[in-house]
T-cell receptor, first 117, second 115 residues
Framework: GAGVSQSPSNKVTEKGKDVELRCDPISGHTALYWYRQSLGQGLEFLIYFQGNSAPDKSGLPSDRFSAERTGGSVSTLTIQRTQQEDSAVYLC???????????????FGPGTRLLVL | AQSVTQPDIHITVSEGASLELRCNYSYGATPYLFWYVQSPGQGLQLLLKYFSGDTLVQGIKGFEAEFKRSQSSFNLRKPSVHWSDAAEYFCAVGAGRGGADGLTFGKGTHLIIQP
C-alpha cells in the first residue's frame, strides 16, 4: 500500500482481556518494527522482524506480549491479560531492507491508541 | 546501550523567528541520527537523517541539523518557523549490534508557535 496502516485506530478494553493489534507495512518492505508510546516512558522499541523472523524479543515489556508476522507482510501484536499500564499508543514502522544499525528510514503508521479500563 | 537526551520538554517560539531544538546522544561509535516530527493524531514523519559525511544535513520543510561529534549533539534548526511547525519533535539514534535494531528515541520536545 501507499503507507503503513494499523488497525484498529482506537481500542478500549477491560483489564484482563486479550487484544490484538494489526500492522500492514509498506508493500515490499522486509523489515517491520513495533514501538510503544506512553506518557511515562516516551517512545520505546518493542520488537523487530526481518521477514517473518524476530531475532530479539527482549524489548517486549513482559511475557504477556507476543508478536508474529506471516507471509513477510502483516504483523500482529498480541497483549494477553491486559493491565492498565499497557495503555499507550502502539506504533508500527517498516523499512525496505532492515539494514544494521538503523541505517534505513523507518516509515511509521498512525498508531493504535489502546486504553485499558 | 545508546541513549538520547532532549533537554527541552517545551519550547515556545514566535512565528517567523528562528528555532533550535537540542539533542544529545550517548553512543561509543558514530551513530545514525534522525529527527522525526509528530503532529497531533499523526504518525511520525522523518525530517532528516545523518549517517556519515557532511555534518550539516538538510531535511524537509526547511529544517536542517548539524552533527557535532565533540559535543555528542545533533541539534535541529530552522531559520523561520511557521504556525504549521507546531508539533512534537523527536531525536533518535540507530546503533545496531550487527543486526537491525529499533531506534532509541529522546523524550521529545513540544514546539508551540506564538502568532
Amino acid at each position: 500500500g501507499a503507507g503503513v496502516s494499523q488497525s484498529p485506530s482506537n481500542k478500549v478494553t477491560e483489564k484482563g482481556k486479550d487484544v490484538e493489534l494489526r500492522c500492514d507495512p509498506i508493500s515490499g518492505h522486509t523489515a517491520l518494527y513495533w514501538y510503544r508510546q506512553s506518557l511515562g516512558q516516551g517512545l520505546e522499541f518493542l520488537i523487530y522482524f526481518q521477514g517473518n523472523s524476530a531475532p530479539d524479543k527482549s524489548g517486549l515489556p513482559s511475557d504477556r506480549f507476543s508478536a508474529e508476522r506471516t507471509g513477510g507482510s502483516v504483523s500482529t501484536l498480541t497483549i494477553q491479560r491486559t493491565q492498565q499500564e499497557d495503555s499507550a499508543v502502539y506504533l508500527c514502522a517498516s523499512s525496505l531492507l532492515g539494514l544494521a544499525g538503523g541505517q534505513e528510514t523507518q516509515y511509521f503508521g498512525p498508531g493504535t491508541r489502546l486504553l485499558v479500563l | 546501550a545508546q541513549s538520547v537526551t532532549q533537554p527541552d520538554i517545551h519550547i515556545t517560539v514566535s512565528e517567523g523567528a528562528s528555532l533550535e531544538l537540542r539533542c544529545n546522544y550517548s553512543y561509543g561509535a558514530t551513530p545514525y541520527l534522525f529527527w522525526y516530527v509528530q503532529s497531533p493524531g499523526q504518525g511520525l514523519q522523518l525530517l532528516l537523517k545523518y549517517f556519515s559525511g557532511d555534518t550539516l544535513v538538510q531535511g524537509i520543510k526547511g529544517f536542517e541539523a548539524e552533527f557535532k561529534r565533540s559535543q555528542s549533539s545533533f541539534n535541529l534548526r530552522k531559520p523561520s518557523v511557521h504556525w504549521s511547525d507546531a508539533a512534537e519533535y523527536f531525536c533518535a539514534v540507530g546503533a545496531g549490534r550487527g543486526g537491525a535494531d529499533g531506534l532509541t528515541f529522546g523524550k521529545g520536545t513540544h514546539l508551540i508557535i506564538q502568532p
